[in-house]
């Protein structure tokens, strides 16, 4: 599971993972300019949508989808083990990811910030 914050000051959105995630993603934590968030949507059906490559990371069908994908020219990060806690956030201008695909304790709570966030930018 990541927790998603919001630095104004600093412009950033930072998603850093807890527990096993960090071994299943290979990272703990992501550090996103708010400049390129495009936005964020609660979409538990994205786990049905084929990953692409996985490049470094974890996958096992039905259970855990975790690091770096690719997919149709996309640069994908994936960190979800329940798909009913995904957030897709969009990313423009990224120089590593296009969208970064999240479980986070509270969906609607965390896509409500990242889009105040991004409207107030």
Known sequence: MALISIDRERGLLTAEFQGLDKLWTFSSRLEIPLAHVRGATHDPGIA?????????GTYFPGLITAGRFRRDGE?????VRNPEKAV????????HYDRLILEVDDPRATVQLIERSVARG
């Open 88 to 95: 897709v956030i969009q990313l423009s201008d990224a120089e």
């Open 75 to 79: 640069r994908l990060f994936w960190g």
């Open 48 to 56: 049905r949508e084929p990953k692409g490559i996985r490049v470094a």
